[in-house]
């Protein structure tokens, strides 16, 4: 009996312990807010200055979204993480290469591509967000095509290159990766290269951009303190920090997780976009309802990234499918299913808004779903038994929580 008693008194007292040691992942998983609803936003880069092709993937991808309706009547916002600028092939062949020239997303080359942008924006399908004035770090892309024929030859190559075929390193805008590991850039170059991204966004779409994409996902504190000076509110991450590129030319990433709604440089508020809808590269719908019912678990929003290499290119009728799929299953499996931009989910968390639980319960649930993801802590309560105690507290479905 005394032995039983005793075994049974250990058990928690493990638990407890196990706790203890994760207390700043648990702290965290709690203070995160959570979402009264399953919130989906489909979040696709790279669109900008293209081929003439785009403008009728645009106008595809819009005509697909418009089918659709959550249960206020709200379509689906496909956020545009937009690049504004292509380089003047013509000019820097001209200058022998001695200096970069842009061609910006406002020349007659790109018109049809900006008209299917406004277009989408004016019907409530697309949702504007800066992703940088090019994919890359200009006096990083010159110096390696100078070397580089490949490079070189993608320079001069306009005015419809595609970013995306361009070595992995040097679409990061936000880091000087022409050798590796990459080094950082000067302040002064990346305060003005802020601030002539953000005025020409301004020029363009009429405000300062209020999200912002890094390329890559890299990028540094001094970047992102100068998008906030710049009026930017919102920043996208994904989960992490990443400030460089490694000997291997992966983007170098600090331990310290980013949580939705978490502040940060000059009050700028993150998001978390971690999960793909990337049809080409087999991220399809099945994947993405996956996702859709872990974060709605979670009480966390599903930010699905996407880029518009899926609709462009050969694969493009099989991913716009996809998704037509995709929006019509995440509506049937989630009644309470709300259709949102980033910038407005990110309103809400700034302002503890409507769409924020207070529920004790709710968010008990929330957090019994997160900790479930945490990868040590969930391997030692598998092995405790306290997983299965943290699963009688996950009940989170897809109805709308109090």
């Known amino acids: 009996m005394a032995w039983g008693l005793a075994a049974l008194l250990a058990l928690p007292a493990l638990w407890l312990l196990i706790l203890l040691l994760f207390v700043g992942p648990a702290w965290a998983a709690w203070r995160e807010p959570v979402l009264r609803h399953p919130v989906l936003i489909i979040e696709s880069d790279d669109w900008g200055p293209g081929p003439p092709g785009h403008a009728e993937a645009l106008d595809r991808l819009a005509a697909c979204l418009g089918r659709h309706r959550d249960g206020t009547g709200r379509t689906p916002v496909m956020t545009l993480g937009l690049i504004l600028s292509l380089p003047d092939s013509e000019a820097i062949a001209a200058a022998h290469l ?101 005025a020409l966004y301004h020029a363009v779409f009429g405000a300062a951009p209020a999200v912002v994409v890094p390329p890559t996902f890299v990028w540094t504190r001094a970047v992102e303190s100068a998008w906030a000076r710049q009026g930017v509110s919102v920043l996208m991450t994904p989960g992490r920090r990443c400030t460089g590129r490694d000997a291997q030319g992966r983007p170098a990433c600090g331990p310290q997780a980013l949580r939705n709604g978490q502040a940060g440089e000059g009050g700028i508020i993150y998001l978390v976009r971690d999960r793909y809808f990337e049809p080409v590269r087999g991220h399809r719908a099945v994947a993405g309802l996956d996702a859709l019912a872990e974060k709605t678990r979670q009480g966390r929003p599903c930010l699905l990234e996407t880029h518009r290499f899926n609709f462009t290119g050969n694969g493009q009728a099989d991913a716009l499918a996809e998704l037509e799929g995709f929006l019509h299953l995440s509506l049937a499996r989630y009644p309470g299913l ?65």
């Open 338 to 402: 709300r259709f949102v931009s980033a910038a407005e989910l990110a309103a809400q968390y700034r302002q503890q808004g409507d769409w924020i639980s207070k529920g004790f319960r709710t968010r008990l649930s929330a957090w019994a779903a997160r900790m479930g993801q945490v990868p040590r802590f969930a391997r030692l309560a598998r092995m405790t038994g306290l997983g299965l105690v943290l699963s009688r507290l996950d009940t989170r479905t897809g109805a709308a929580a109090t």
């Open 98 to 198: 001695a200096t970069y020239h842009a061609r910006p997303i406002t020349d007659p080359a790109y018109a049809d591509i900006l008209a299917a942008i406004q277009s989408g924006i004016r019907a409530g399908v697309f949702a504007p967000q800066l992703h940088g004035m090019a994919h890359y770090w200009p006096a990083t892309l010159m110096a390696v095509a100078r070397r580089d024929a490949d490079v070189r030859a993608w320079l001069l190559a306009g005015p419809g290159q595609e970013t995306e075929t361009l070595p992995s390193t040097l679409q990061s805008r936000w880091t000087d990766a022409g050798a590796l590991p990459s080094r950082p850039l000067p302040e002064t170059d990346i305060a003005a290269a802020v601030t002539e991204e953000v």
